[in-house]
């Protein structure tokens, strides 16, 4: 598949190379890299290294401060990531492409794989290191992040109350009560089951969190019973699980973190820390793919 170049500023600095003239470099150079550009380094100019460096700026001169600081960067990019991810995976179900959808939601487990191994970058996090710079974060809290947001509701995880810290940035808030109304992954995936012959609830409002249903745990049932190894609904159901793992792998990595580095504090953010996400913890990502192995 041969893929459209994009058009923006970063389209129009970053020249285009085809193998011929990669290859015909190579010789040039005799097997050295090139060491002479007109203007600054393509890399730079395509990753935007100077923006993305420019972008620490620790309110302290606690050296934990700034590990902290890029790890939370590092994870937001992730979150964006996953969003773009799962929103082509939404397309793709809507279009019954269920093969290239279910490579979608593969690559997005992948990236959650990457993105709970940056708790470890923390994993050293004291309380009196966390301290010496927390308090100057006022009420800067994860909790706040619209992107992170954006993959709640995604997954069935709604409620119209947490669009609210927001409100006071209208373009993230626009787009996040658009994402409240849609119907989410779950959604796609169970308007998918419908059109194959399944008994699939109708009419739930998309804004309201999702509720388990014992005619989507059927369905699954069935699926597994009537499908196996191979077979496109059964591969789709098994990608959707090991998604749910690694988003219940990320809640509880968030959870011991903050333990680890400040205990049973209440959060920045006004909760009251461990405990709320404990609970966070308790709510299941598609249901029913997991009541459906007792049921099997």
Known sequence: ???????????????????????????????????????????????GTAVLHGLQRPVTDAPEELAFLVTTQVMELYFGLIRSEWTLTQRLLDADQVTAATTAI??????????????????????????????????????????????????????????????RTPKVYQELVEALNRPSLYDSVLSLLARRGFEIPRGQDPAAEYAPSPLVEAAWVRIYAEQGPGEELWILGEALTDLSERFSDWRYRHLMAVRRSMGAKPGSGGSSGVSWLERSLRREVFPELWSARTAM
Do not use: I
């Open 1 to 47: 598949m041969t893929s459209r170049r994009a058009r923006g500023p970063v389209a129009d600095r970053v020249k285009t190379v085809g193998g011929r003239e990669r290859a015909d470099r190579a010789v040039a150079n005799r097997g050295l890299p090139t060491l002479e550009f007109e203007t600054g380094t393509p890399y730079d100019e395509y990753v």
């Open 106 to 167: 593969g690559r997005s487990v992948r990236h959650f794989e990457a993105l709970n191994a940056a708790w470890g970058a923390l994993g050293w996090l004291t309380p009196a290191q966390f301290n010496s710079f927390r308090d100057e974060l006022g009420e800067a809290s994860g909790f706040q992040s619209s992107m992170y947001r954006h993959l709640e509701f995604l997954l069935g995880n709604k409620s119209e109350a947490l669009t609210r810290p927001h409100r």
